[in-house]
């Protein structure tokens, strides 16, 4: 990929060497991280290397009347303007030009316009979210009713305590594994940044999942709109998988019925929580109508925050006989691993190019008990 903001814009900042380069220099670096204990190989799962982001927030910069995208430069003390950003998805491409040209030509639409968030797949719907220091009023509506109609994209308008859907907020996605699956993606709740590599995330999960012999039942935590659990599911035959955020619980329900996935219960716990209910610690009413007694977990995905798992989490995977953990951190990575690897052995590791062009490395660990 090349981009004239290489250097400059802080979205990348391992633009110096070749793809391949960059990609080894990671597996390099995750593998001396696992050193201690994983020798084996690690299975390298590589990305488009331009198109490939589902995601992207800009700031607006408004400069000499007229507005222009803008990101934190490279060295964290200014912004640089983004005249392009070869990373975002082809149907993010699409809208990318004609809406801030839109923009400049409204004021309405222009006027205190702080920010705009994109939000895609790969079935080729965008959300465009503009963001506003202003409240926004029926003529902005209007504005906002026009654009989305010149765009064939869908807009919402945000300020503050205030959200204006003007048709819908959420994407549908199809993701295609041993079948195609079916998504809807909401605003305001967290989705995979990067379909393509998220597509062989999911394979990876569920080919180790198809191996295991016993299967019983399947725990989740962070299981945000059940982009894994959905497709990992009908290979168990109960499913419970739960989320701290509320807009990700209520998406991943509409995904349950979208795929027919009947075996599910999706549940709003942090995973704290989590382990307090299934250890009978506490009792909780979002648990009203599922008995956790039923319940006979032989495997676990998690796929927590950078921070990786609490205390209380590390405490729950380990009651568990397969692990699968999905790390979007390979520093805390290391550290919940000294503790999973008094009771479990790594079977196989992954590393999946998830951010190109950054520093950033996600990675899969799969684990069975010793
Ligand atoms: C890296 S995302 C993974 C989501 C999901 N597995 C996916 O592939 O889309 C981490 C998720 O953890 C959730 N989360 C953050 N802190 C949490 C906590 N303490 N307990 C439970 N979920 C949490 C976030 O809302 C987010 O959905």
């Not at 082809?90 to 222009?110: A, F, G, H, Y």
């Not at 729950?316 to 390979?330: A, E, G, R, T």
């Amino acid at each position: 990929m090349n981009c004239i903001h290489f250097g400059k814009c802080g979205a990348c900042d391992l633009y110096q060497l070749t793809y391949i380069d960059a990609l080894s220099l990671k597996e390099k670096r995750l593998k001396e991280l696992l050193e201690p204990f994983y020798k084996d190989k690690i299975e390298i799962f590589s990305s488009p290397k331009s198109n490939h982001r589902a995601r992207g927030e800009f700031r607006v910069w408004h400069k000499d009347k007229k507005a222009f995208y803008a990101l934190t430069n490279l060295t964290k003390d200014g912004i640089e303007i983004i005249k392009e950003c070869p990373k975002l998805l082809e149907p993010i491409q699409r809208v990318w030009t004609p809406l801030l040209e839109e923009i400049n030509k409204d004021k309405i639409l222009k006027e205190k316009l702080f920010s705009v968030e994109f939000l895609s797949g790969l079935s080729g719907e965008v959300l465009i979210t503009l963001i506003y220091h202003k409240r926004l009023d029926d003529s902005w509506k209007e504005a906002a009713k026009e654009l989305e109609e010149s765009l064939g994209s869908f807009i919402i308008g945000r300020a503050k305590k205030q959200k204006e859907i003007i048709s819908r907020d959420y994407i549908n996605e199809k993701i295609e594994i041993d079948r195609e699956y079916f998504y809807r993606y909401f605003e305001g709740g967290f989705t995979q940044p990067n379909p393509y590599i998220n597509q062989k995330m999911i394979k990876w999960a569920k080919d180790i999942v198809k191996e295991i012999k016993e299967k019983d039942d399947f725990l989740e935590l962070y299981c945000g709109l059940g982009n894994f659990t959905i497709p990992l599911s009908f290979e168990f035959k109960k499913v419970l998988a739960t989320e701290v955020s509320k807009t990700s619980i209520k998406n991943a329900k509409i995904n349950k019925e979208l795929n027919g996935a009947f075996n599910i219960e999706f549940v709003r716990l942090n995973a704290a929580e989590t382990y307090e209910a299934l250890n009978r610690k506490r009792e909780f009413n979002r648990l009203k109508g599922i008995n956790l007694e039923e319940f006979n977990f032989s495997t676990i995905l998690v796929d927590p925050p950078r921070a990786g798992l609490d205390s209380s989490s590390l405490e729950l995977v380990k009651q568990i006989d397969n692990i699968i953990y999905i790390s979007c951190n390979p520093l805390s990575l290391k550290e919940d691993l000294k503790e999973l690897t008094k009771t479990h052995k790594i079977k196989r590791v992954a590393m999946f190019d998830q951010f190109p062009y950054t520093h950033h490395i996600e990675s899969g660990v799969y684990l069975e008990r010793i």
